[in-house]
């Protein structure tokens, strides 16, 4: 009787923890995180393009992925966990979309960006860095800014998803 108590005692000790951290691999859903935007140009985003679009249809695009994915987003402290998505601009960005003798690449958009996590429960497991690289057919066209978004939300849901993991998303260009 005594080896059974001790057996479940240690099962409930070494398996507690375990579950815990199982629990905190999606940080955004028991309590509210704060996402930022740091446009890496001194934090002020670009203006709004004649073709791909304003940055807030971005930021917008990306809130409302992660909304819908059931993560619990808010724009002020305080937050248990901080996402910062790290954007790269793209300052020549094709603006036509059939190429003539003359192509015009004054648009812009955003090549890339990384997604860090901070904050959060000192005893959780970090989350890596999500590296969003949307690459296109073509390599001469890239994504809109509401694209950028929901393709950055989508591998946010997607990475922190349990296991067995749904299918990789692809950006749509």
């Known amino acids: 009787m005594r080896t059974r108590l001790g057996l479940v005692a240690l099962i409930?000790?070494?398996?507690?923890?375990?579950?815990a951290q199982d629990s905190t691999r999606a940080p955004c859903r028991e309590s509210a995180?704060?996402?930022?935007?740091?446009?890496?140009n001194g934090s002020t985003p670009p203006d709004p393009d004649r073709r791909y679009g304003a940055p807030t249809d971005?930021?917008?695009a990306f809130r409302a992925r992660l909304t819908e994915a059931?993560?619990?987003?808010?724009?002020?402290?305080?937050?248990?966990?901080?996402?910062?998505l790290r954007?790269?601009?793209?300052?020549?960005?094709?603006?036509?979309?059939?190429?003539?003798?003359?192509?015009?690449y004054s648009c812009h958009t955003v090549a890339r960006a990384t997604?860090?996590?901070?904050?959060?429960?000192p005893n959780a497991k970090p989350i890596t860095r999500i590296d969003v690289t949307p690459r296109c057919r073509d390599p001469?066209?890239?994504?809109?800014?509401a694209q950028f978004g929901q393709y950055g939300g989508d591998l946010v849901v997607y990475s922190l998803a349990?296991?067995?993991?749904?299918?990789r998303p692809s950006a749509k260009c």
């Not at 409930?12 to 579950?19: F, K, T």
């Not at 995180?33 to 890496?40: A, E, G, K, N, R």
């Not at 997604?115 to 429960?121: E, P």
């Not at 001469?140 to 800014?145: F, G, Q, R, V, Y």
Request: with cysteine; proline share 10%; hydrophobic share 40%.
């Open 115 to 121: 997604i860090l996590f901070s904050g959060g429960d």
């Open 58 to 60: 971005l930021e917008s």
């Open 70 to 84: 059931g993560y619990r987003i808010t724009n002020s402290l305080p937050a248990s966990t901080t996402i910062t």
């Open 87 to 104: 954007l790269t601009p793209q300052t020549r960005a094709l603006c036509d979309t059939m190429e003539g003798m003359n192509p015009d």
């Open 140 to 145: 001469k066209l890239s994504i809109t800014m």
């Open 33 to 40: 995180c704060l996402v930022t935007f740091d446009w890496s």
């Open 162 to 167: 349990p296991d067995p993991k749904p299918a």
């Open 12 to 19: 409930v000790l070494v398996a507690g923890p375990l579950i």
